[in-house]
């Protein structure tokens, strides 16, 4: 197998330039690829076309390259925790695209799988299908929806190793390891990298195949994106 271990977030992303489009990881905060965003907020690319479950925070996740203006487009699902991303939108300062979150999972299962398209009921007779092809099935519309064509997909696991083999923790499996399968590069950051034939087979959620640059992140903060606590 080939060791896939590069020496942290800046060796990782060193060919990711502006004008890019990147899948990022995630759902809500949680399995959210920290150390990228902060590699790439550092590297100054812009232009970025970013498709994510979420928009991240005010100042976090997605928030930070949002915060520096480093977006161009955002292609998201829930969006409704970012009060930039709201004013950047309704002064169209920012292109927006929403899609069911149902579509978008599986607009990236099809990229990984190489399906150029998949075809879902969700959307049809809505703005969502506006100028797009729909075709009927046993007396049911579906709506085509093309695979996600992304430069780079940038992922968190929990462990992962040297070949790149990756897993991945309760919410953080929402999403992460679909991006990482649907990428023409994958870049992963792990909590724990160790050696290969470490990790068992069976708990594998994605194979190295798909995986091209691994590192072991640090300082993860794990924010919880809206907390919420009993009353005494």
């Not at 997605?62 to 699902?77: D, F, N, Y």
Request: hydrophobic share 40%; proline share 3%.
């Amino acid at each position: 197998m080939i060791d896939k271990r590069v020496n942290g977030p800046v060796e990782a992303l060193h060919d990711i330039c502006s004008g890019a489009t990147i899948l990022l990881g995630g759902f809500g905060l949680c399995g959210i690829p920290e150390n990228c965003i902060d590699a790439l907020v550092h590297k100054g690319v812009r232009d970025l076309t970013c498709i994510s479950n979420n928009a991240g925070v005010d100042g976090f996740g997605i928030g930070k390259l949002l915060a520096t203006r480093q977006v161009k487009k955002m292609i998201s699902s829930y969006v409704g925790e970012n009060e930039e991303f709201e004013r950047q939108l309704l002064s169209e300062e920012l292109e927006v695209e929403l899609i069911p979150q149902g579509t978008l999972a599986f607009r990236c299962l099809a990229a990984g799988y190489g399906m150029p398209a998949i075809f879902t009921a969700a959307g049809v007779g809505t703005e969502v299908a506006e100028g797009k092809e729909t075709r009927n099935f046993n007396g049911k519309e579906y709506l085509l929806e093309h695979a996600f064509q992304a430069d780079f997909a940038i992922v968190k696991a929990w462990k992962g190793d040297h070949d790149g083999n990756l897993i991945f923790r309760r919410t953080s499996r929402n999403f992460n390891p679909l991006m990482a399968m649907a990428g023409k590069i994958t870049i992963a950051e792990v909590e724990e990298l160790v050696e290969p034939g470490a990790l068992d087979p069976d708990h594998i959620h994605t194979p190295g195949i798909y995986v091209h640059r691994i590192f072991k992140g640090n300082n993860y903060e794990k924010r919880i994106e809206k907390r919420t606590t009993q009353k005494s």
